[in-house]
């Protein structure tokens, strides 16, 4: 098992920052893809940003630009900075892991954009 501890989460004003860290622990063997994804109240939870084990990275559309995700796999954590935020980007933002065929979540942090 691989568990998933999120920090970082909070209130903001539209157009400030906030840094989201993820830390996995337990069976960690080889760590494939690790990301961010996001669920507003009423929506789908959608992929935020990703990066695999190499280094690549993929972003939605609606934070290229805005938001930068980054791994250290010397300490199996990810990091999403968030910049330029706005009212729409509040949701639950849960850390994700991909290892051995399975996906594992982070139990959410909540981040507020106030307009």
């Known amino acids: 098992q691989v568990q998933l501890v999120e920090s970082g989460g909070g209130l903001v004003q539209a157009g400030g920052s906030l840094r989201l860290s993820c830390v996995a622990s337990?069976?960690?063997?080889?760590?494939?893809?690790m990301g961010w994804y996001r669920q507003a109240p009423g929506k789908q939870r959608e992929l935020v940003a990703a990066?695999?084990?190499?280094?690549?990275?993929n972003y939605a559309d609606s934070v290229k630009g805005r938001f930068t995700i980054s791994r250290d796999n010397t300490k199996n954590t990810v990091s999403l900075q968030m910049n330029s935020l706005k009212p729409e980007d509040t949701a639950v933002y849960y850390c994700?892991?991909?290892?051995?065929?399975?996906?594992?979540w982070g139990q959410g942090t909540q981040v507020t954009v106030s307009s």
């Open positions: 994700n892991v991909f290892q051995r065929g399975r996906h594992y």
């Open positions: 337990g069976s960690i063997f080889s760590i494939n893809d």
């Open positions: 990066i695999i084990s190499g280094g690549s990275t």
